[in-house]
């Protein structure tokens, strides 16, 4: 995967120390992007983005994924470029929309959607 690679840290817990992961994304053909989220010393992924994303849509609105080091929160804005389901498990229409995931036990859970 080519693309943009952001390097983050994952608080231990105690005198356990840090541990350092990447997270990154790039394109994943049909004009739509893919991320994945890798611990930097073993090369494993640790958990993939639940959906891909489109680059850009109709309404003007582009795929944008947000992040900051000292947190396990990961914000993607943009349409998916799957069908895509809530936090309930029904179905979502085809729109833009800011989706706010948690790294928890290494994977992505979602914890929050709003309607762009």
Known sequence: MS?????LTQSG???????TILCH?????GGA???????????????EFPNAYQLG????????ASFRPDSRLLVVSG???DPEVDR???????????RYFELKDDRL?????ENN
């Open 109 to 113: 859970v979602l914890i929050k959607v």
């Open 13 to 19: 817990r105690g005198l356990i120390l840090p541990v």
């Open 79 to 81: 349409v998916a470029a």
């Open 57 to 64: 849509s109709g309404d003007g609105n582009y795929y944008d």
């Open 3 to 7: 693309g943009q690679s952001i390097a």
């Open 33 to 47: 992007v893919c991320g994945e989220i890798l611990d930097i010393e073993t090369g494993k992924v640790i958990s």
């Open 88 to 98: 309930e498990g029904d179905p979502l229409s085809a729109i833009s929309r800011t």
């Open 25 to 29: 994304t790039g394109d994943c053909g």
